[in-house]
């Protein structure tokens, strides 16, 4: 944070903060991420610069102050950028498995010798692997992965997800929202089956910066002040939703009544999960298996997170 000096009539100054400029990368055409958009707008000064991109951008572009992105996408990335830190949880959503119901699919284990539309190496890709595994003992071979593409409103795209599903050409998706909302729209609710196990997997959608960064006395005020403002802004996704619905529409290119649709998927209470260590570990299997590596060992994976910006945020009280 920086001072600067207003001058008022009658030749008065009057000594006001201004927040330093953060570069910040996020996926900008998730739901995730708006709560750094309505912080920016709302609560910082409107300083902050927000791109298209996510961990990746972070520990690839020095100029990058704050990444935000699901746990598995960190994990790709954490192996060769060990300086890479989690600081806050912006959202927790427990992905959802749509099926079509024409496909003789009424239980999870049905889904064996089925089309699955997904995304290997990606949040949705571990979902359904874990998933299947452990509530339907399924392994990746008694089913197939399709990729496709995602869809924010009907009609949607031959090569899209809800698309393929209706045609036959999947028989069910594992995707983050609001595709299997536009999916289930498209078939309609008496056609389809919905499966989602908050236990079993959820996302959790962190905010993330760098050893680096943090140890910058003057960058991690800056970042804890951001912090405090997000915690603000989060809590009015939690329990005032309204007065966001019309910025997060137009900002992910979301209809209103699809993301009201959807809302109540995300939870958006913050803070550092208790288990965020065990999921890691858990999920690191199936990432290194995607990247042909070991896994990482949980001492290691306890450095990705950091609570210590939490912790001094908090100590400012609110």
């Given at each position: 944070m920086h001072i600067k000096q207003v001058h008022l009539l009658g030749g008065l100054f009057l000594t006001v903060p201004t927040l330093a400029a953060l570069k910040i990368a996020a996926a900008l055409n998730v739901i995730e991420y708006a709560p750094l958009l309505v912080t920016n707008q709302d609560y910082f000064n409107n300083t902050a610069t927000i791109i298209n991109g996510g961990v990746a951008s972070i520990v690839s572009d020095t100029s990058v102050d704050l990444a935000a992105n699901a746990e598995t996408q960190a994990l790709r990335q954490y192996r060769n950028n060990p300086s890479l830190r989690v600081i806050w949880n912006v959202a927790q959503v427990p992905y959802r498995i749509v099926a079509n119901k024409k496909s003789k699919i009424s239980t999870l284990s049905d889904l064996k010798g089925k089309k699955i539309g997904t995304i290997q190496g990606t949040s949705a890709g571990y979902f359904i692997e874990h998933y299947l595994l452990t509530a339907a003992n399924l392994k990746p071979s008694d089913y197939k992965i399709i990729s496709g593409s995602d869809c924010r409103a009907s009609p949607c795209g031959s090569n899209t997800f809800p698309s393929m599903l209706s045609k036959g050409t999947i028989d069910a998706i594992g995707f983050w929202e609001p595709t299997i909302e536009v999916a289930i729209q498209t078939l309609g609710e008496q056609n389809v089956v919905v499966f989602q196990n908050r236990t079993a997997y959820r996302e959790i959608y962190n905010l993330h910066s760098t050893a680096e960064k943090l140890r910058d006395p003057k960058k991690r005020k800056e970042i804890v002040q951001f912090l405090r403002q997000l915690i603000k802004a989060q809590k009015i996704f939690?329990?005032?939703?309204?007065?966001?619905?019309?910025?997060?529409?137009?900002?992910?290119?979301?209809?209103?009544?699809?993301?009201?649709?959807?809302?109540?998927?995300?939870?958006?209470?913050?803070?550092?999960?208790?288990?965020?260590?065990?999921?890691?570990?858990?999920?690191?299997?199936?990432?290194?298996?995607?990247?042909?590596?070991?896994?990482a060992s949980r001492d290691k994976l306890k450095n990705l997170i950091d609570p210590t910006v939490l912790e001094e945020a908090l100590k400012e009280g609110f």
């Amino acid at each position: 944070m920086h001072i600067k000096q207003v001058h008022l009539l009658g030749g008065l100054f009057l000594t006001v903060p201004t927040l330093a400029a953060l570069k910040i990368a996020a996926a900008l055409n998730v739901i995730e991420y708006a709560p750094l958009l309505v912080t920016n707008q709302d609560y910082f000064n409107n300083t902050a610069t927000i791109i298209n991109g996510g961990v990746a951008s972070i520990v690839s572009d020095t100029s990058v102050d704050l990444a935000a992105n699901a746990e598995t996408q960190a994990l790709r990335q954490y192996r060769n950028n060990p300086s890479l830190r989690v600081i806050w949880n912006v959202a927790q959503v427990p992905y959802r498995i749509v099926a079509n119901k024409k496909s003789k699919i009424s239980t999870l284990s049905d889904l064996k010798g089925k089309k699955i539309g997904t995304i290997q190496g990606t949040s949705a890709g571990y979902f359904i692997e874990h998933y299947l595994l452990t509530a339907a003992n399924l392994k990746p071979s008694d089913y197939k992965i399709i990729s496709g593409s995602d869809c924010r409103a009907s009609p949607c795209g031959s090569n899209t997800f809800p698309s393929m599903l209706s045609k036959g050409t999947i028989d069910a998706i594992g995707f983050w929202e609001p595709t299997i909302e536009v999916a289930i729209q498209t078939l309609g609710e008496q056609n389809v089956v919905v499966f989602q196990n908050r236990t079993a997997y959820r996302e959790i959608y962190n905010l993330h910066s760098t050893a680096e960064k943090l140890r910058d006395p003057k960058k991690r005020k800056e970042i804890v002040q951001f912090l405090r403002q997000l915690i603000k802004a989060q809590k009015i996704f939690d329990e005032d939703p309204t007065k966001v619905y019309s910025r997060v529409s137009k900002a992910v290119n979301v209809g209103v009544p699809l993301l009201q649709k959807v809302w109540p998927v995300h939870d958006w209470k913050g803070g550092i999960p208790g288990d965020l260590l065990d999921v890691l570990e858990e999920e690191d299997k199936y990432v290194a298996k995607v990247d042909n590596r070991a896994a990482a060992s949980r001492d290691k994976l306890k450095n990705l997170i950091d609570p210590t910006v939490l912790e001094e945020a908090l100590k400012e009280g609110f």
